[in-house]
DNA sequence: AGTGTGTAATTGCATATGCAAATAACCGAT
DNA sequence: ATCGGTTATTTGCATATGCAATTACACACT
């Protein structure tokens, strides 16, 4: 467990005085200053730093734990957790997860790569400015040897480290940036659209055959990460999620 | 605001005393024993019942109103909240403000009704007993006079008091439903087919077009209350979510 | 080296207390 | 009746205190 510089935790002064101890130690954690596994101050040494009681720092603390952004144990103290890898419904999920889920073989091609500015007319769909350097990958995933899914992504270079060294054979793209990135917003859309030429004969159906497409894009503190389109090959594939009125159960 | 009868918060003595409050309360509150507006007690009568501390009531009351069950304002109290009407992202949603939010003008036909016993196929589909009496309809959205998505639903009679005498012309089931039923569970799943020919033509679009298909099913207390299948026409229409790794944003 | 065993660090929970903030309800003067 | 100010109720927040539960770590003993 890293050592943490305790002074990095400073109040706003807005606010009831837990929140703000709670703001405080959550925006270390997502801005990454105090990535998975560093240490958090025990409630002692917060509480004497900050000049609160230990239960106003508790209440904070505990709080962020509900939230899971960090995990207590007594004696061990409190460390930031990693961020969930697969969220519940229709986000960040890994492909090979999924598909080993399903209790199939999985692999991957990558079928194409190009490094520099993206094309004017896939910076436009992925909502990039021509002049960002990027990685352009299209990359196809099987089940049991038969097209799973077509992924076709675009990495935003200088949000990522590494990149120009990593060929993506041995893990996919989405898998590796989960390691490699951080992030902080992702938006995504769901459609149902045909298959084009190129992308039929890839996943081996009839053109015009319903898919189901994912669109995802994602940031760190508003620059962009990665976007990424998911083709999905006919009503064999659904997404599903279960939920109570109050939030996911 | 309704009176609430104070000794209907019971402790069941396992776990933290803090829980076993939040716990009784949440309760009281899903299984629809405090409908939504009633006045829960103030903290000092749950104090004298119950035999906590203010604080440990107050411990409890504090993370019910942040998961959304209770409403609290001091002075006036604190009240059951009403559940959501939509939820972020794919869920229980009303058709009607779907539309409008598109600033198009709303309209819908019950094309078909039918209560009685389901028929053996459509038990099948929407997971229900062929015994269980039901109310089959068909209804079509339109939005700014175009077919904007075909509904089909199946409502479990058992489940719904005053279903008989509702025709839904003036509210769609969906709304109604949400008004006259309690749920605690949904399930749902997405996935791409094509129009079928009879779909096709209450579309008005190609047979074999995609359609985005959402089908949810919800149940209140592991008794179901509704299953409804919902046939979106072609790519113009997309589900967006917003998220963070941390949960929604 | 291995094996208990005790100790201390750390979080978890509950209580009592006091004050602040919001505001519904009341009351009195016009 | 209407207005305006006062009061009382209820929640919100912070503190201090004490004890319980967990367990990493040091240390003694084989």
């Known amino acids: 467990m ?4 305790l002074d990095a935790v400073k109040l706003d002064g807005t606010g009831p005085v837990y929140d703000q101890i709670r703001r405080a130690i959550r925006d270390l954690v997502v801005s990454g200053e105090w990535p998975p596994g560093t240490g958090v101050p025990p409630e002692h040494a917060l509480m004497e730093q900050l000049g609160a009681s230990r239960m106003t720092v508790h209440r904070a603390l505990v709080q962020l734990a509900r939230e899971g952004l960090i995990i207590r144990r007594r004696r061990s103290g409190t460390v930031v957790a990693s961020p969930p890898a697969s969220h519940a419904m229709l986000d960040i999920l890994s492909i090979p997860e ?37 990685t352009h990958l299209v990359v196809l995933h099987r089940a049991g040897g038969k097209p799973h899914v077509l992924e076709e992504r675009v990495i935003h270079a200088a949000s990522v480290a590494g990149l120009a060294e990593e060929d993506f054979a041995q893990t996919p793209p ?70 109570g009125p109050y939030g996911q159960v």
Chains 1, 2 share one sequence.
Do not use: M
Request: hydrophobic content about 40%; proline content about 5%.
């Open 2 to 5: 890293t050592e943490t510089r």
């Open 98 to 134: 999924e598909v080993e889920q399903l209790g199939q073989a999985y692999a991957h091609d990558v079928l194409s790569r190009s490094d520099g500015r993206p094309a004017p007319e896939v910076a436009e769909r992925f909502g990039l400015k021509r002049s960002d350097k990027v």
């Open 174 to 243: 989405g898998d590796w940036l989960l390691k490699h990135s951080l992030w902080s917003q992702a938006e995504h859309a769901i459609s149902a659209v045909g298959a084009q030429g190129d992308e039929a004969v890839l996943l081996e159906i009839a053109v015009g055959e319903p898919c189901l497409l994912v669109e995802r894009r994602t940031w760190n503190q508003d620059r962009p990460v990665t976007a990424v389109r998911l083709l999905y090959p006919g009503p064999r594939h659904r997404f599903v999620g279960r939920f």
